[in-house]
């Protein structure tokens, strides 16, 4: 069974550029969450999908973001401008049960912004 | 504010003995406490859940503990290995479904050989 999938591992942008950060979730898996993780600090929750519907985007930290889920199943997230406080790694996570289950993280977007 | 404390940023351990890693928390009631690894460049992965009415937990090498009265839980990995070198994620949560999973910054632990 494929886990979590993101793309692009890496990508470097300058500054007022956009970025699209994509994540394919386990099959048959409705929850689908999006966190941060900023150099030297925790990983943070951005926001929760359940299917196409966000449950949760409390965790979000300004209008430049926009999460998307089409039909419920990839999501993508979209930072535009970038700033150079957005560089970090982006991880997306997927379960079963919300929050009270396993989650199953993908490997990460590390997002660089010059 | 609810505030995870993880013991220290960086434990090393020699070989076979026994790490322990701790995790605090404050102004949280949580029904539940999950522990993640995660390497360089990988995403955590899920290890262990342990919930407040469990007092300890088991897998192979690795023990957990819940102590809701202390506010704490303990993560043992015992004969400790190279391989077992890693962050160490601890993260309450709740039963709602809707209350994020929240982390603590994580235990860099370094098994020495």
């Known amino acids: 069974e494929a886990g979590v999938t993101q793309f692009p591992s890496h990508s470097v942008i300058e500054k007022g550029q956009t970025v699209t950060l994509r994540c394919d979730p386990i099959?048959?898996?409705?929850?689908l969450y999006w966190y941060r993780r900023v150099m030297g600090k925790e990983i943070k929750f951005l926001l929760h999908f359940v299917k196409e519907s966000k449950q949760d985007e409390s965790g979000m930290p300004n209008n430049r973001f926009l999460a998307e889920r089409t039909g419920g199943t990839y999501s993508t997230l979209k930072v535009q401008p970038a700033e150079l406080e957005d560089s970090g790694v982006y991880f997306c996570?997927?379960?079963?049960?919300?929050?009270?289950?396993?989650?199953?993280f993908g490997e990460g977007s590390r997002l660089t912004v010059l | 504010s609810q505030k995870i404390e993880q013991n220290s940023e960086a434990l090393n351990i020699q070989e076979g003995k026994t790490a322990t890693l701790t995790c605090n928390y404050t102004n949280y009631s949580p029904a539940y406490l999950q522990w993640y690894r995660q390497d360089p460049g990988r995403g955590p992965v899920f290890l262990l859940l342990?919930?407040?009415?469990?007092k300890e937990k088991r897998k192979e090498r690795l023990k957990v503990t819940f102590d809701t009265t202390l506010k704490q839980s303990l993560f043992h990995i015992t004969a400790s290995q190279p391989a077992d070198s890693a962050t160490y994620l601890c993260a309450p949560g709740h039963d709602s479904g809707n209350t994020p999973l929240v982390f603590g910054k994580g235990t860099r632990l370094s098994v020495i050989a």
């Open positions: 099959s048959g898996h409705d929850n």
């Open positions: 342990i919930r407040e009415n469990e």
């Open positions: 996570a997927s379960s079963l049960i919300a929050f009270t289950g396993e989650l199953f």
